[in-house]
């Protein structure tokens, strides 16, 4: 009958015709058979099982073999034995392997048919073993839940005793090497069908024996508690955790908080992975047992693991939020309602906490914008309410996170502890386009200059192939002395000192070259004490030539000229001096929104550059200000100058830079005004307000060399010579010594995309050094003072012509303390040449409609051209740049920053002058050599980055391979409770630009 049959399901005879005769096959199994006959009908039809060609052999070989083992029971039995049971299981039969899930299907049958004989306990005993065994070697899913539905009806298979605490750890560990890496839904199903069956069968041996649970979710927690960089546990393992009585929470919840064998980066890792486990489709009760973990946490005050939990998980919650209320709101339930209110209170609170990443809050505002937003009383209680808020004393938002540069083909920069401030400047110099070029163009080879360093940064900036440089080398290279690592410092300031560096380096780099002309230069890092002393040779010759300026003098550097008019005897004095960055003060009449901290120390280096304005009595003038009521230097500072020289306070500690406190005025300026009559003043407006005159009176009154005496003068500036890049500092950080109250002004301020910088050109001064002098005495003080300072006969060539300036960045810090808080950076890219034929003309328009304005006293119209040309300049590409993260931005969001998180305030702003030439180089960028307008890198450099990359897809590849190797491994040695938990290698961590906080800073979240 074997053979009629084999030949019968071979044969190209029809279907039907083939089914009709092997009905006839299988009602014969009812006729008597010897031995022989049989054993030849079971081999025949288990190997169509395991080895037929199509379906309908598979059929036959199951229809046959049911019918025949049915008759024919002790024949099948003396069959299906121990030993050809242990053949499939450990060997596989002829070309199937061991492993292919036909096999544990055949065995599964061939239970079922034998389950009355008493052989079958035998078999059950090998199974008992086996299985161990095959668990051990970590099946593929599909594999596990055939050996689960095995299982599960054959509860006699699994092992018993000691063995069954090992099985289900087993178990565990192959769940969390389980992964699925189709993307079409109906593989997805199926994957997470096959989990849920392995799953159930350990929910049905923890209920049938209770001692194999507690060891089972030690297993689990071992595995996502992992810190091995090789290793990633499944995220199926979470469809376990429905299977966890909830009455276990608070004691589990208790022995892992406290247990002292589990380390801080293993708890933390375990509970990152817990948040992942959200994400698996119809997870029960893994958010109760999160919330539960983090409460627990926070009862042993276990604060740290808390806040790198929520800084390594916020941005993964974030994106969700939008979506979340939007699908609340669908709902039109109370209940939703009322949940939505309690969700933006928890919002703002997060946002109040972590201000500085407005990329992120954006669309959730927006969202959320129907809803009440809370008082800044409500959001402190809020916090306040955690035990892991209530400790706070300090604002971290610095979140160190990658982005992939494909998106946005911008390299970020790693933040070292605190360092946001040097991140966030550097980002802007970057993406000044000229000073770019014209750095990466420097011939620098055998230097070890700081300008040589800035330009290893920026190479690699622009070519690395990692989502972010660590720039430790050029940290250390550029630190002001003073500022005290790893924690928070003025970007401004920073910004300063950089500048003045370069250029002080590079003019002793041209006295040691005209001296060793003969001689091949080696550079070395020179201090700043060496620097200036050296480079005060230079000094002492006036410049003549564009072509001696250094290149921060070229790129940044600008003249602003200062006259001072004594009121009694008319004599007036003068000076230009060299600047590289204009401080500007806020009118004091708009000093309403200022933000105040508590401190009982004194001013941070910081500090000096910062300026306190106060708005001044009912008693004084409207048109006079005392800037030693509001100055931050200290009163006896400003009273201590010598007699018969200029006051002190027109001498700039740094060279490059201008005085930026007593120097301020008070005029009556016409400041825009909100609704309801809150002032919004533009950069503009206080740029007006740095240029306005001065009435120099009281405690602040000048010396008169004519006069021999004190007396009251007016003070003027102006800007003679403009520079490249006009940088641009808002004052917005004081500190009142006599109240030991640190203050932030908050005002928002209105950002223009085109700026006209006012610039007076004469050639009547050109003759004058850089030196004081007294020689012009005038009587008449019936026509404007201004115009007295020059000879007659010299307006037309005085007249000021508005320069056109194009917006290139915006560093913005976020908090309310110089000493803490967070800074970020807006960039885009902007060259001189840039819409250069319509800006020069513009800038014609501009300048005629300014002065036929002034005479015929209408409105000035130049708001119209300028409108026109911010409309063209909107849909420009921006980029925000926060430490490792960038991400492309608009205008827009630049506009609105402040307006919509007000502790987000721009302080230091990078403006592009608007050539029709740019006549800073002789390099051609479009000479076919540059790459996208930057100049070729030199060999050094190239081979560095080259080689570096090389690295980096190297490390990418190791770590794919240990990835697929781990995932591949077929071990079955027993790994024991818990793995290698070192801790974490060191890196630029989260504290960011945190207020003054590592890791064991407490207070950083939100809830």
């Not at 915006?810 to 890219?829: D, F, I, M, P, T």
Request: proline share 5%; glycine share 4%; with cysteine.
């Amino acid at each position: 009958m074997d053979k009629i049959l084999e030949g019968l399901v071979s044969s190209s005879h029809p279907l039907p015709l083939k089914r009709v005769i092997v009905r006839k096959v299988v009602e014969s199994a009812e006729h008597w058979l010897d031995k022989a006959q049989c054993e030849a009908m079971f081999d025949l039809t288990t190997r169509l099982i395991l080895e037929g060609q199509d379906p309908f052999q598979r059929q036959v070989g199951h229809q046959v073999l049911e019918a025949y083992a049915r008759y024919h029971r002790p024949e099948f039995e003396s069959f299906f034995n121990k030993t050809f049971v242990l053949s499939l299981l450990q060997q596989g039969y002829h070309s199937l392997d061991r492993k292919d899930v036909a096999i544990l299907d055949y065995i599964h049958n061939g239970l079922k048919l034998i389950m009355s004989c008493p052989s079958v306990l035998d078999l059950f005993s090998l199974l008992q073993v086996e299985v161990l065994r095959m668990v051990c070697e970590r099946p593929e899913p599909q594999l596990c839940a055939r050996l689960s539905d095995l299982l599960t009806d054959f509860v006699q298979c699994i092992p018993k005793g000691k063995l069954s605490i090992t099985f289900c750890q087993q178990l565990v560990r192959t769940i969390s090497h389980f992964q699925c890496v189709s993307t079409q839904e109906r593989e997805l199903r199926e994957y997470v069908s096959q989990v849920t069956k392995v799953s159930n069968l350990l929910q049905n041996i923890w209920k049938a024996e209770p001692a194999t649970l507690l060891p089972s979710l030690q297993e689990v927690f071992a595995s996502i508690s992992s810190t091995d960089a090789s290793f990633e546990p499944s995220v199926a393992l979470a469809s376990l955790v429905q299977h966890i009585p909830l009455q276990m929470i608070t004691v589990l919840i208790r022995s892992l908080t406290t247990d002292p064998n589990v380390k801080d980066a293993s708890m933390t890792q375990a509970l990152c992975r817990m948040i992942d486990w959200l994400s698996w489709p119809l997870a029960q009760h893994v958010d109760t047992w999160v919330i539960a973990l983090l409460k627990g946490l926070a009862a042993v005050q276990k604060f740290t693991i808390l806040i790198d939990v929520t800084l390594l998980k916020i941005e993964l919650i974030v994106p969700h939020v939008v979506n979340l209320v939007h699908s609340f709101k669908s709902d039109g339930l109370p209940s939703s309602t009322a949940f939505l209110v309690q969700l933006t209170e928890l919002i703002h609170c997060m946002m109040y906490h972590y201000s500085g990443f407005p990329d992120l809050y954006e669309p959730i505002l927006e969202a959320i914008k129907d809803f009440p937003k809370p008082s800044e009383e409500k959001i402190k209680l809020i916090l306040n309410q955690s035990a892991w808020t209530s400790q706070s004393n300090s604002l971290a938002s610095c979140l160190s996170r990658l982005s992939g540069k494909s998106e946005t083909g911008k390299t970020g920069l790693i933040n070292l502890g605190n360092t946001c401030y040097m991140n966030s400047v550097i980002q802007a110099l970057f993406m000044a386009t000229d000073f770019r070029r014209q750095v990466l163009s420097l011939n620098l080879n055998g230097c070890n200059s700081l300008m040589k360093k800035l330009q290893h940064l920026f190479a690699f900036l622009a070519h690395t192939q990692r989502e972010a440089y660590a720039p430790r080398i050029f940290f250390e290279a550029s630190r002001p002395p003073w500022f005290t690592p790893r924690s928070q410092q003025d970007c401004s300031e920073y910004l300063r000192f950089l500048l003045d560096r370069l250029h002080e380096e590079e003019k002793i780099l041209r006295v040691q070259s005209s001296y060793k002309t003969s001689e091949i230069l080696e550079c070395s890092e020179t201090s700043l004490q060496e620097v200036t002393s050296k480079a005060a040779v230079l000094t002492e010759t006036p410049r003549t030539s564009d072509g001696e300026k250094t290149l921060i003098e070229k790129m940044f550097g600008g003249k602003l000229r200062t006259h001072i008019c004594c009121l009694n005897c008319r004599s007036t004095s003068q000076k230009v001096e060299a600047f590289t960055d204009l401080s500007l003060a806020f009118c004091p009449s708009s000093l309403e929104n200022m933000s105040f901290q508590h401190t009982t120390s004194s001013s941070n280096a910081q500090d000096g550059g910062l300026m306190q304005a106060t708005v001044p009595s009912p008693s004084e003038e409207p048109v006079v200000y005392n800037p030693t009521t509001a100055a931050f230097i200290c009163d006896s500072v400003v009273n201590e100058r010598t007699i018969g020289s200029p006051p002190d306070e027109f001498y700039s500690s740094e060279n490059t830079s201008v005085p930026n406190e007593s120097n301020k005025i008070l005029v009556n300026k016409d400041v825009p005004q909100k609704p309801g009559g809150e002032t919004t003043p533009s950069v503009t407006d206080l740029l007006n307000y740095f240029l306005a005159p001065e009435i120099l009176t009281g405690d602040n009154q000048y010396y008169c060399g004519n006069c021999a005496s004190l007396q009251n003068a007016e003070k003027t500036m102006q800007i003679t010579e403009e520079p490249e890049y006009l940088i641009l500092t808002l004052l917005r950080f004081s500190y009142d010594q006599k109240y030991h109250v640190r203050r932030k002004i908050l005002d928002n301020v209105s950002l223009p995309l085109v700026l006209e910088l006012p610039v007076k050109r004469t050639t009547s001064f050109s003759s004058l050094s850089e030196s004081w002098s007294v020689d012009v005495d005038f009587t008449d003080i019936s026509e404007n003072l201004a115009k007295k300072l020059k000879p007659s006969g010299t307006d037309e060539a005085s007249c000021t012509k508005l320069v056109p300036y194009l917006l290139s960045s915006v560093v913005v810090h976020s908090g309310v303390s110089s000493e803490s808080g967070h800074y970020y950076s807006y960039a885009r890219n902007v060259t001189s040449t840039e819409s250069s034929y319509q800006m020069c003309h513009q800038s014609e328009a501009l300048a005629l409609a300014s002065s036929q304005s002034h005479l015929l006293g209408r409105e000035n119209p130049s708001a119209i051209i300028e409108q026109d040309l911010e409309n063209k300049e909107m849909s420009k590409e921006w980029f925000l740049f926060n430490d490792s993260r960038v991400t492309f931005t608009s205008f827009q969001s630049v506009q609105k920053i402040t307006s919509r998180f007000p502790k987000d305030t721009a302080y230091v702003l990078l403006y592009k002058k608007q050539n029709s030439t740019n006549g800073l180089s002789g390099n051609n960028p479009t000479s076919g050599l540059w790459i996208n307008g930057d100049p070729p890198l030199q060999k050094e450099l190239m081979d560095a980055i080259t080689k570096d990359n090389k690295l980096y897809l190297q490390e990418q590849e190791l770590n794919a391979r240990a990835r697929a190797l781990q995932a591949a491994s077929a071990s079955c040695s027993f790994r024991p409770n818990g793995f290698d938990d070192n801790d974490p290698p060191g890196s630029c961590g989260p504290t960011g630009g945190g207020g003054g906080g590592g890791f064991n800073t407490v207070g950083r979240l939100v809830f």
